[in-house]
């Protein structure tokens, strides 16, 4: 590879392979990464290979019955581990926090809106999520939000949607929901911002770990490859995302466990919120913790010890014993 500082025009001396999942918004994100990275090494051509996960394919399931390891990501993994691209592009919160040996966590890019978006239909364009009436049927594949939503608006019925975020928005115009829970950041990132109806407040759903921030996954060894996407990082989103994997890791959650977080970086103080919930949302289980950026990650590690001394592992056996039936 050349000079990481090199504005040469001549033919590229290499190609740099990227991969991606196949999805509108996927490929949304990993052709962001690709244009950045073109503008800052232009000696060098990208090129970008898509993928299907297993995530992908099964659709007719709930995302909680077939497995959380790499749901989303094994594929891309595998491509790496065998040489077949140089990294990969990944929605953050699909990532797992225990990586396949060889691979790492190379990047975590600028953050956008972390926060869950109530979308409803046009039916109940005058309605907030407190507002919608008795019976009113929500949508949302995510336990986390499930959970979350079950405990505070009790009076709501809830159903799981799958599909990529356009079936989704069709199923709830076609009105088979009344509303559905999607991430602020898919929205945005796809230009349909308008369509987001109401952020749901922290108070009422703590997102999910890593969410609105994109996770650039690397072969360990590869040290070029990973200077090179090192300068598309975001020093404040990867403090707050450690902090949030970490959390997620000493609880040895998955994404399909209801486990919920927030942060916030400000004055060099990072204020880390974590929640584990029942998944009749009965118990809600929340702690916060501070700390300066340097240990975050200790600051999730810390944070789940006390969550899970307060009777949030019972709470995860549970439903991981429940998920394994």
Request: some cysteine; aromatic content about 4%; glycine content about 8%.
């Amino acid at each position: 590879m050349t000079s990481m500082a090199s504005t040469s025009t001549a033919a590229p001396t290499r190609t740099v392979r990227i991969g991606s999942r196949k999805s509108q918004l996927a490929l949304v994100q990993t052709h962001w990464v690709r244009d950045e990275l073109q503008k800052q090494f232009p000696e060098l051509a990208f090129e970008i290979s898509t993928m299907e996960t297993h995530g992908d394919k099964v659709l007719d399931v709930s995302l909680s019955k077939i497995g959380d390891k790499g749901l989303f990501t094994q594929e891309l993994e595998d491509g790496m581990l065998q040489g077949d691209i140089d990294f990969a592009v990944h929605s953050l919160k699909d990532l797992p926090t225990r990586l396949p040996d060889g691979l790492m966590l190379g990047c975590v890019t600028q953050r956008e809106n972390p926060a869950d978006a109530l979308v409803v239909h046009a039916q109940h364009q005058d309605k907030q999520i407190d507002t919608l009436p008795a019976g009113a049927v929500v949508g949302t594949s995510s336990l986390r939000r499930l959970a979350q939503l079950r405990h505070h608006f009790p009076h709501l019925t809830f159903k799981d949607i799958r599909g990529n975020l356009n079936t989704r928005l069709r199923k709830l115009d076609e009105g088979q929901y009344d509303a559905i829970i999607l991430a602020v950041a898919g929205l945005e990132r796809l230009g349909m911002g308008d369509r987001v109806h109401q952020h749901l407040p922290a108070e009422v759903s703590l997102h999910a770990v890593g969410q609105g921030a994109l996770g650039i996954e690397c072969r360990a060894d590869d040290a070029e490859i990973l200077a090179l996407i090192k300068t598309l990082e975001n020093r404040a989103s990867t403090d707050r995302c450690l902090a949030e994997r970490a959390f997620l890791r000493e609880l040895e959650g998955g994404c399909q466990v209801p486990i919920g977080v927030n942060t916030v970086w400000a004055n060099d103080t990072l204020t880390l919120t974590g929640l584990v919930a029942s998944l009749d949302g009965q118990t809600l289980i929340k702690e916060e913790i501070q700390g300066t950026p340097a240990e975050a990650e200790q600051i999730g590690t810390t944070l789940a010890q006390r969550v899970r001394g307060r009777g949030a592992q019972a709470i995860l056996d549970e439903i991981n014993a429940e998920n394994r039936s």
